[in-house]
């Protein structure tokens, strides 16, 4: 049963919602709510805070608590001429976050503080390695949550994903060098890779991830690997630890490198996170990526990469001439946002949202006859099925639903037929039995009872 607070936020949702509160309304103070409905101060700023988190309500300090100018309901409002609807997420849409769990309006307010109190040299270019406020707060996080001891000159802030994977490549890569894969793997990275002169060398992934004997085995002089070890993208599987020390020893025998990509590590469902290679890395032959695009939003366009300490100076030459593409602005604002705990309980709030998303979306599919391949985390679903999954997905897209096909992610090997799909973004569970009806129409009957 929800707690009393969650039955207050629930109520106060459905008034903004229905019209009843206006945007801009001033609510009742806590204790004015608490007197007249018989309940602790307690409960109710704990509804309050909950609303705020979401940008449903916005606090302006003695003033009192009011419905947000940006909450959900005033966003709907707005005409479509001014922002349009290109942006709304697809169902089952892959790469995006909750964007209805994260808090707009706390973040509003951070990044306006900074607004307001910056100075005219915080309008000159930045340090081209990314605002030290921001690495120092990166290497503090990952200290405490992955276990790994860094220093802030050991980090360097990028825009993306491929950006941090053409300044490694830039950097250590030489003309020829190949780069093992997982295969299947995410198909998005191969130009970034193959545009920095690399060859790409596919390894099968099995039920302990990359196969690093057979990685060995055929290309033994390869100077790069790239993993997602802790949650292998898209098959969900984590690679063993034997392996793992099979790879770092392999790594330090070669002098080769390996390329952690630890993107969505922290929405695991049971037990606790898996530890990253890098925290493992007695050789330092381990290249540590992360992005704030799965955890946060996609469009802050924020993301990290740490290297061993012997190859900092190298890293910072290569990038002295190129000013950090991230807006110092946001950088300022997202340092404010891990170090004052924002960060943290965000990600623990993600946590028990995605768990319950995940299990609606898995009834769903059950209930339409289809088998669910079992993870650990992440917040993506593979499911099988039989015959051409990309003619089933080319199906699935005309109604406007956007799962991927499997085979897709796949390079070398034909590997198994099935449909990836994102369940972050499912709000309740007759969403998720809707979207999965549509889905499946006119390709399975909803199972008896």
Not at 56 to 76: D, I, K, N, Y
Not at 333 to 340: K, V
Not at 406 to 435: K, V
């Amino acid at each position: 049963m929800d707690a009393r607070y969650q039955q207050i936020a629930r109520q106060l949702k459905a008034a903004i919602t229905s019209g009843e509160l206006k945007t801009g309304s001033r609510l009742p103070s806590s204790r004015t709510w608490a007197q007249e409905n018989g309940i602790s101060r307690t409960t109710v700023e704990q509804a309050y805070g909950e609303l705020v988190a979401q940008g449903w309500l916005e606090r302006r300090g003695q003033a009192g608590t009011f419905v947000s100018q940006t909450s959900p309901s005033a966003l709907a409002e707005t005409p479509a001429v001014q922002h349009g609807d290109e942006h709304e997420p697809k169902p089952f849409q892959m790469g995006l976050p909750a964007l209805d769990l994260f808090p707009r309006a706390l973040w509003a307010r951070l990044t306006g503080r900074r607004l307001r109190t910056q100075s005219r040299f915080d309008l000159t270019l930045g340090d081209p390695a990314g605002e030290a406020m921001l690495r120092q707060a990166i290497a503090d996080y990952l200290r405490f949550s992955r276990s790994i001891e860094c220093q802030p000159e050991q980090i360097f802030i990028t825009s993306g994903y491929a950006q941090s994977m053409s300044l490694i490549l830039q950097t250590l890569a030489r003309p020829g060098d190949g780069m093992w894969v997982e295969d299947p793997g995410f198909p998005l990275i191969s130009s970034a890779i193959e545009g920095e002169g690399v060859q790409r060398l596919p390894v099968p992934v099995d039920q302990n991830g990359m196969d690093i004997e057979a990685a060995i085995a055929r290309w033994p002089q390869a100077r790069f690997a790239l993993l997602t070890p802790a949650h292998q993208s898209p098959l969900g599987v984590a690679l063993s630890l034997p392996r793992r020390r099979q790879v770092l020893a392999w790594a330090a025998q070669q002098a080769a490198w390996i390329i952690e990509d630890d993107y969505d590590s922290e929405f695991r469902y049971h037990g606790r996170p898996l530890p990253p290679l890098k925290s493992l890395d007695a050789p330092q032959r381990v290249i540590y990526t992360g992005t704030f695009s799965k955890s946060l939003f996609p469009a802050i366009r924020t993301a990290w990469i740490v290297v061993p300490a012997a190859e900092a100076a190298a890293f910072r030459q290569r990038i002295a001439s190129t000013p950090c593409s991230v807006p110092t602005l946001w950088q300022c604002a997202l340092a404010d946002f891990i170090q004052q705990g924002h960060f943290w309980r965000h990600l623990k709030k993600m946590r028990l949202h995605y768990a319950q998303r995940r299990a609606w979306l898995e009834a769903a599919l059950i209930h339409y006859g289809f088998n669910v391949v079992p993870q650990q985390g992440g917040i993506q679903l593979v499911v099988e099925i039989d015959g051409d999954d990309r003619a089933f997905v080319a199906r699935a897209q005309q109604r406007g639903l956007a799962v991927q096909a499997l085979s897709d992610w796949h390079s070398a090997q034909p590997g198994r037929s099935g449909i990836l799909m994102s369940f972050t973004n499912i709000t309740s569970a007759e969403m998720a039995m809707q979207w999965v009806g549509r889905l499946y129409e006119n390709e399975k009957k909803p199972r008896e009872g």
